[in-house]
Every structure is written in structure tokens, then in C-alpha cells.
């Protein structure tokens, strides 16, 4: 995989001990998922999420942004809890 956009080994790396400086140790980490298939890593981000209690492939965490978007997923998480994570995004994220 030659893809500019795919992060490689050293550039996570250097991410990681980056933000492993200036970040919570006991951050979650949450991934993209949605049925199939692997993507290359494009970011790494520290974002907020709120548990989320949709269908099984839905994922189990929103990101806080999101829900305040969307007002049918406003209802499913209100009450619920915010937290920071440390958020590995896909080059494909933008499709799901």
C-alpha cells in the first residue's frame, strides 16, 4: 500500500508519542466501524463521544458533534455521558 494518504508506521508512531504527552493515559480508543473491509489510517484526533445504543453495526460510541447534528440520535443519547477519546480515523470515514 503506497497510498500518500495512509499514514506509515513512523508517522503513527511519532502521532502517538505525541499526543501520548499532552493527553489523559486512560483515554478510551475508539475506531471507525461499518461492516467490512480495513482502511488506512488517515488522523489520529482526540474527540468527545456519548454511548450510543443503536443497531449492532452502528458502533457503540457517537461522536458528541454528531449527535448534536442529528435529532434522532440527540433523543437516543441524551442523558448519557460525555467523554474524551483518542479517535483513529480511517481514510474512508467520510463514507460511512
Do not use: W
Not at 458533534?65 to 435529532?71: G, K, Q
Amino acid at each position: 500500500m503506497n497510498d500518500p494518504e495512509t499514514l506509515k508506521v513512523s508517522e503513527l508512531i511519532k502521532q502517538l508519542l505525541e499526543l501520548s504527552r499532552t493527553v489523559s493515559q486512560d483515554l478510551p480508543v475508539v475506531v471507525e466501524g461499518y461492516e467490512n473491509g480495513l482502511d488506512g489510517i488517515r488522523e489520529l484526533r482526540v474527540t468527545e463521544i456519548v454511548s450510543y445504543d443503536g443497531k449492532e453495526y452502528e458502533g457503540e460510541y457517537l461522536e458528541a458533534s454528531d449527535v448534536e447534528r442529528d435529532r434522532h440520535n440527540y433523543y437516543k443519547c441524551a442523558g448519557k455521558e460525555r467523554k474524551a477519546a483518542l479517535f483513529i480515523v480511517g481514510r474512508r470515514g467520510n463514507l460511512r
